[in-house]
């Protein structure tokens, strides 16, 4: 069996040494949770309630869509990784434009967030409530949410929640607690931004991490933001070894992974350029980001923190569409584990073109969610859930 090299990695002020160890198998089983043929576009966003279960929602379509249209769809998954039966909450008949969707618990309701153009023309951010199925407009958002090509991004914060969304020139910010609020916006100082997310640490700080193309600022940044007003806080943040030469170092496929430790967050993505041999992995303040080497060309990476402060990373390999999962320990100073073979979604397929995770179950274990296809396919979305 091949060996994995690792270089030396430092999570927090602890130099961690990691060891050359060979990939472990894994049981894990995948599931289907959507139609075949979705769109290289649609977004997954997940959410954990409290009997332990997830709910994902996404941008899919489905056998009642609109013509050239998807559907915001809720999908649930038990605790055991089983996925159930899927609803559409909104349909692509009765909008004339849906944005890929965010979901978030403020307080206690349980929000999709999204951009969208009613039938009646209202151009808006809004929200729909999971339990209610109320729909609120926040009307003076104009018609920023919907000519975002990342789609909406939202967190919970102690201020009423926050969304945001990407533009040509700027992300569009927006909290949730006033209908009528204005929007604010995160200057660029080109085209263009992508993939915004954020990052809603401990004590109230709110960032945004997003993808740029601008020129001469291309790569990964992290901008703080009010979290009562949205407007910007201090200079941006650019995540190193996010860019090589100009380009960036990394596929941009999906929502910047964010996972937030108490009142710090950390980045992960596929370092390099042209090629990615490396997967890159940034603590929010630190001036380094720490590097390692899988030994072959990465795809789609991401990160996600468990209850007790531990780190799930996860990446691919590029080439073949296998999953591969790896956890630090509590203090995040060192591997509890040698990398988990996660297996690939679907045998048939080798490409994997986003992959998403949440590792907030109190197990430990991690729920990921992956699209897959052949290379420039329309992909399929798959779930699976993966033990320590």
Same mark, same amino acid.
């Given at each position: 069996?091949?060996? #994995?090299?690792?270089?030396?990695? #430092?999570?927090?002020?602890?130099?961690?040494?990691?060891?050359?160890?060979?990939?472990?198998?894994?049981?894990?089983? !995948?599931?289907?949770?959507?139609?075949? +043929?979705?769109?290289?576009?649609?977004?997954?966003?997940?959410?954990?309630?409290?009997?332990?279960?997830?709910?994902?929602?996404?941008?899919?379509?489905?056998?009642?869509?609109?013509?050239? $249209?998807?559907?915001?769809?809720?999908?649930?998954?038990?605790?055991?990784?089983?996925?159930?039966?899927?609803?559409?909450?909104?349909?692509?008949?009765?909008?004339?434009?849906?944005?890929?969707?965010?979901?978030?618990? %403020?307080?206690?309701?349980?929000?999709?967030?999204?951009?969208?153009?009613?039938? @009646?023309?209202?151009?808006?951010? !809004?929200?729909?409530?999971?339990?209610?199925?109320?729909?609120?407009?926040?009307?003076?958002? &104009?018609?920023?949410?919907?000519?975002?090509?990342? &789609?909406?991004? @939202?967190?919970?914060?102690?201020?009423?929640?926050?969304?945001?969304?990407? /533009?040509?020139?700027?992300?569009?910010?927006?909290?949730?607690?006033? #209908?009528?609020?204005?929007?604010?916006?995160?200057?660029?100082?080109?085209?263009?931004?992508?993939? %915004?997310?954020? =990052?809603?640490?401990? +004590? $109230?700080?709110?960032?945004? &991490?997003?993808?740029?193309?601008?020129?001469?600022?291309?790569?990964? !940044?992290?901008? %703080?933001?009010?979290?009562? *007003?949205?407007?910007?806080?201090?200079?941006?943040?650019?995540?190193?070894?996010?860019?090589?030469?100009?380009?960036?170092?990394?596929?941009?496929?999906?929502?910047?992974?964010?996972?937030?430790?108490? *009142?710090?967050?950390?980045?992960?993505?596929?370092?390099?350029?042209?090629?990615?041999?490396?997967?890159?992995?940034?603590?929010? $303040? =630190? *001036?380094?980001?720490?590097?390692?080497?899988? /030994?072959?060309?990465?795809?789609?990476? $991401?990160?996600? @923190?468990?209850?007790?402060?531990?780190?799930?990373?996860?990446?691919?390999?590029?080439?073949? +569409?296998?999953?591969?999962?790896?956890?630090?320990?509590? @203090?995040?100073?060192?591997?509890?584990?040698?990398?988990?073979?996660?297996?690939?979604?679907?045998?048939?397929?080798?490409?994997?073109?986003?992959?998403?995770?949440?590792?907030?179950?109190?197990?430990?274990?991690?729920?990921?969610?992956?699209?897959?296809?052949?290379?420039?396919?329309?992909?399929?979305?798959?779930?699976?859930?993966?033990?320590?």
């Amino acid at each position: 069996m091949a060996r #994995t090299r690792l270089h030396a990695l #430092t999570v927090t002020l602890v130099t961690l040494v990691l060891l050359a160890v060979a990939s472990a198998a894994s049981a894990s089983t !995948w599931h289907r949770i959507s139609a075949a +043929g979705q769109s290289n576009t649609s977004q997954v966003s997940l959410l954990r309630n409290a009997d332990g279960s997830l709910t994902a929602i996404g941008l899919f379509k489905t056998v009642g869509s609109g013509v050239g $249209g998807a559907d915001i769809v809720r999908i649930p998954i038990s605790s055991k990784g089983l996925p159930g039966v899927s609803q559409t909450l909104l349909s692509s008949n009765d909008w004339g434009i849906l944005e890929n969707p965010a979901v978030i618990r %403020q307080a206690d309701r349980s929000l999709v967030v999204f951009g969208g153009l009613s039938s @009646a023309g209202a151009d808006s951010l !809004w929200t729909y409530d999971l339990d209610t199925a109320a729909l609120t407009q926040y009307g003076s958002s &104009g018609g920023g949410p919907t000519s975002s090509a990342s &789609g909406t991004s @939202a967190a919970a914060t102690a201020t009423g929640g926050f969304a945001a969304w990407s /533009g040509t020139f700027g992300i569009g910010t927006l909290t949730l607690g006033n #209908t009528a609020a204005t929007p604010s916006s995160l200057p660029l100082t080109g085209c263009c931004a992508y993939n %915004q997310n954020f =990052a809603a640490l401990g +004590g $109230g700080g709110v960032w945004v &991490g997003y993808d740029s193309n601008e020129n001469d600022a291309t790569g990964r !940044w992290f901008q %703080q933001v009010d979290p009562t *007003t949205g407007s910007a806080v201090g200079a941006r943040v650019k995540v190193p070894k996010t860019s090589v030469g100009g380009e960036f170092s990394f596929p941009v496929e999906s929502r910047v992974p964010i996972a937030v430790v108490g *009142t710090t967050a950390y980045t992960a993505w596929a370092q390099g350029y042209p090629s990615t041999p490396r997967i890159g992995l940034w603590q929010l $303040g =630190a *001036t380094k980001a720490k590097l390692f080497s899988p /030994g072959y060309t990465v795809g789609a990476v $991401g990160v996600a @923190a468990t209850p007790t402060g531990a780190l799930w990373v996860y990446w691919t390999q590029k080439t073949t +569409g296998v999953v591969y999962a790896m956890r630090t320990n509590k @203090a995040r100073t060192n591997w509890a584990n040698s990398p988990i073979t996660v297996g690939r979604p679907n045998a048939s397929l080798e490409t994997v073109y986003k992959l998403v995770g949440d590792a907030s179950r109190a197990d430990g274990k991690l729920d990921l969610v992956a699209a897959m296809a052949h290379y420039a396919g329309s992909p399929t979305w798959y779930h699976v859930l993966v033990k320590p």
